[in-house]
């Protein structure tokens, strides 16, 4: 309107404008995701899992720990028999 297009200051002002927010929306997007990603990979400390057990060693267990349930009876039986 009141020049051609690219020769006016307003337009130099307006493209400033345009690349200062398309450089400063990244800049305030990622500093945050980004320090709480290193703080967690920082002070996370692996906890240590229980080795799973697999069915042979599920059958196992459940055996050992029948076994012993039958011997504490047993033997509380012959006690109060005694």
Not at 21 to 45: D, F, G, R, T
Not at 55 to 80: C, H, P, T, Y
Request: net charge negative.
């Amino acid at each position: 309107m009141w020049g051609t297009y690219g020769n006016t200051s307003q337009d130099n002002i307006q493209l400033g404008f345009f690349i200062a927010a398309i450089v400063s929306i990244p800049l305030m997007l990622l500093p945050k995701p980004l320090y709480e990603i290193y703080c967690n990979k920082k002070h996370h400390q692996p906890e240590k899992q229980e080795k799973l057990m697999s069915e042979d060693n599920m059958a196992e267990d459940l055996a050992r720990r029948s076994s012993a349930i039958d011997s504490e009876i047993s033997r509380s039986v012959a006690s109060a028999e005694e």
